[in-house]
Nanobody
């Protein structure tokens, strides 16, 4: 049974920072990243992987995460971090760690992130 466990979420003020952590199985054929659905916006998602973090419409979005979020890991297949800086209310959502292969995918239970003053 594969299990992904997220931690590090919580309440943060605008402009603050959080670092999420995902403990994942070490499987070479799977990539690990983060994903979240923007509340109230059916087609808007935040997706982060090594070398890339972005919103669905980052190119035209004032809340772009390209220069604010980054994925890192000492071991990408076991512990993966999502560093979130200069946070905005639009970043509020449940963030899920995901492990995806060619034919299947696994998700953690999610960790809630709320950005509010």
């Amino acid at each position: 049974h594969l299990q992904l466990v997220e931690s590090g979420g919580g309440l943060v003020q605008p402009g603050g920072s959080l670092r999420l952590s995902c403990a994942a199985p070490g499987l070479d054929d799977y990539s690990v990243g983060w994903s979240g659905q923007v509340p109230g916006k059916e087609r808007e998602k935040i997706s982060c992987h090594i070398r890339h973090c972005g919103r669905t419409y980052d190119a035209d979005n004032a809340d772009s995460v390209k220069d604010r979020f980054a994925v890192s890991s000492v071991d990408a297949r076991n512990t993966v971090f999502l560093q979130m800086n200069a946070m905005k209310p639009g970043d509020t959502t449940v963030y899920y760690c995901m492990m995806r292969g060619l034919s299947d995918a696994y998700w953690g239970q999610g960790t809630q992130v709320t950005v509010s003053s």
